[in-house]
């Protein structure tokens, strides 16, 4: 077994645990482990960014039904959420990696590090408003969708990093928040995985066995892992404290 398909596998393996543990897609992870190998591997500089936002957002596809059928199990899906979220997020994806497409990749790496950086801080300070308000109305989730679906075609991300503490504001119990954001990352991905591939399409030097912005041996190694790892996640997020999942 060669060591690039070892760091797939291995990356996978920390994505999945991640999205069933937080409701996340593990884009933070993923996007800066593909960076690297492919960099190792000579991709075209100018490319590797594009290709690891893009195949990231396709192996969030198969984290999040993983992850989300584990979590619905557990009865922790607001599924009428979802539905009202789901088509915003899939346009605000498809839109943000088209809009990601045409800038350069030095100023994408910027973007993702300020975002890794906000990230960080706000779990770090547990800064978070007030769940002072309840869940918008359809418009006000579309909308919302909407601008979370293009912050996460951006990083690679599933949108769990927003989502969940979107819906805590809006006074969701964290874990319902956690299940229900492992579900919202399945439009996010379809609509980053569609906007990645059509955009990439009939570049030159593009790696073989890329589907536009795609990598395909990189998916189906993090796809197998993460697939086996997510149900673990989510079933040690249900026997965490909230103070210690927080």
Not at 12 to 18: I, Q, V
Not at 149 to 155: I, M, N, P, T
Not at 198 to 210: E, Q
Request: one cysteine or more; hydrophobic letters at 55%; charged letters at 5%.
């Amino acid at each position: 077994m060669s060591l690039t398909l070892l760091a797939f596998l291995a990356t996978g393996c920390a994505a999945g645990f991640l999205a069933g543990l937080l409701g996340v897609g593990g884009g933070l992870i993923i996007v800066p482990a593909l960076v690297w190998v492919f960099e190792q591997h000579g991709f075209p500089p100018q490319h590797t960014l594009h290709l690891a936002l893009g195949t990231s957002l396709a192996s969030i596809v198969f984290t999040s039904l993983s992850s989300v059928r584990a979590h619905h199990g557990r009865g922790a899906v607001q599924w009428a959420t979802v539905k009202r979220m789901g088509l915003g997020l899939a346009l605000g994806t498809f839109a943000g990696s088209w809009l990601a497409a045409q800038v350069d990749s030095l100023w994408l790496k910027w973007f993702f590090v300020a975002f890794a950086y906000l990230v960080a801080a706000q779990m770090l300070s547990g800064y978070k408003p007030k769940p002072s308000r309840q869940l918008p109305g359809a418009a006000g989730l579309s909308t919302a969708g909407g601008l979370i679906g293009g912050v996460s075609a951006f990083v690679g991300i599933g949108g769990g990093s927003l989502s969940v503490p979107f819906m805590s504001w809006c006074n969701v119990p964290l874990q319902t928040a956690v299940g229900t954001s492992a579900a919202l990352g399945f439009p996010i991905a379809v609509g980053g995985l569609l906007g990645y591939a059509v955009n990439g399409a009939g570049l030159d030097h593009l790696p073989p066995w890329s589907l536009g912005f795609v990598y395909l041996p990189a998916l189906a190694g993090i796809v197998v892992a993460s697939v086996l790892m997510a149900p673990l996640g989510a079933a040690v997020a249900h026997r965490l404290p909230v103070a210690t999942l927080k």
